[in-house]
């Protein structure tokens, strides 16, 4: 029995020395919260005709941005990220493009793996808004008192989509679908 308490005894001080260890890991670092959202620029043009899945983006951060008082990201970081996914153009919608985010360099050079997208209201689809009727019918409307009127009405004939082009210099937001660890 006097064998037992020894054993468990340093297993109770291994314990406790490996959750010290990792406590002084994680007091210099910070965490951005999964959601949290930051504002970059796109300095070269992208669009669903020149990409391709795969294909590497870089964007650029445009202000600094702080955590409590530490600057966690500086401004002119740059952010990697590759097309997850394009959906061509279509009769009744235009292209889309998802964007993945993976990596963040720092001007110092510090790399940083992260998950994340650029963000859209359209399931993170930069693009695939909804086109417009091309043909259009008359019918008339009836009002109290008054003659008919001609009122054009759409059928469901739509125009063909164009291909989504995000231009250099355009502002978006990532969020992040991880947290990100800054050391």
Same mark, same amino acid.
């Given at each position: !029995?006097?064998?037992?308490?020894?054993?468990?005894?340093?297993?109770?001080?291994?314990?406790?020395?490996?959750?010290?260890? +990792?406590?002084? *890991?994680? @007091?210099?670092?910070?965490?951005?919260?999964?959601?949290?959202?930051?504002?970059? !620029?796109?300095?070269?043009?992208? @669009?669903?005709?020149?990409?391709?899945?795969?294909?590497?983006?870089?964007?650029?951060?445009?202000?600094?941005?702080?955590?409590?008082?530490?600057?966690?990201?500086?401004?002119?970081?740059?952010?990697?990220?590759?097309?997850?996914?394009?959906?061509?153009?279509?009769?009744?919608?235009?292209?889309?493009?998802?964007?993945?985010?993976?990596?963040?360099?720092?001007?110092?050079?510090? #790399?940083?793996?992260?998950?994340?997208?650029?963000? @859209?209201?359209?399931? +993170?689809?930069?693009?695939?808004?909804?086109?417009? @009727?091309?043909?259009?019918?008359? &019918?008339?409307?009836?009002?109290?008192? !008054?003659?008919?009127?001609?009122?054009?009405?759409?059928? +469901? &004939?739509?125009?063909?989509?164009?291909?989504? #082009? &995000?231009?250099?210099?355009?502002?978006?937001?990532?969020?992040? *679908?991880?947290?990100?660890?800054?050391?």
């Amino acid at each position: !029995m006097n064998i037992f308490k020894k054993i468990s005894a340093l297993l109770f001080i291994i314990l406790i020395s490996h959750i010290y260890v +990792n406590a002084e *890991d994680l @007091s210099d670092s910070l965490k951005i919260r999964k959601g949290a959202f930051i504002k970059v !620029m796109n300095p070269v043009e992208f @669009s669903t005709l020149i990409s391709d899945i795969g294909d590497e983006l870089c964007f650029i951060n445009t202000s600094d941005l702080y955590l409590y008082e530490t600057n966690v990201l500086p401004q002119n970081t740059k952010i990697y990220g590759e097309v997850e996914d394009i959906l061509e153009p279509i009769q009744g919608r235009d292209g889309a493009i998802k964007i993945l985010i993976n990596k963040i360099i720092t001007p110092d050079k510090k #790399i940083y793996k992260v998950k994340g997208h650029i963000y @859209s209201e359209n399931d +993170n689809y930069i693009g695939g808004k909804p086109t417009q @009727s091309i043909y259009y019918r008359k &019918v008339p409307h009836y009002t109290m008192r !008054m003659k008919p009127m001609l009122q054009a009405a759409p059928l +469901n &004939v739509l125009e063909l989509g164009k291909h989504t #082009i &995000v231009k250099p210099g355009a502002e978006l937001f990532i969020i992040l *679908d991880e947290d990100l660890i800054i050391k």
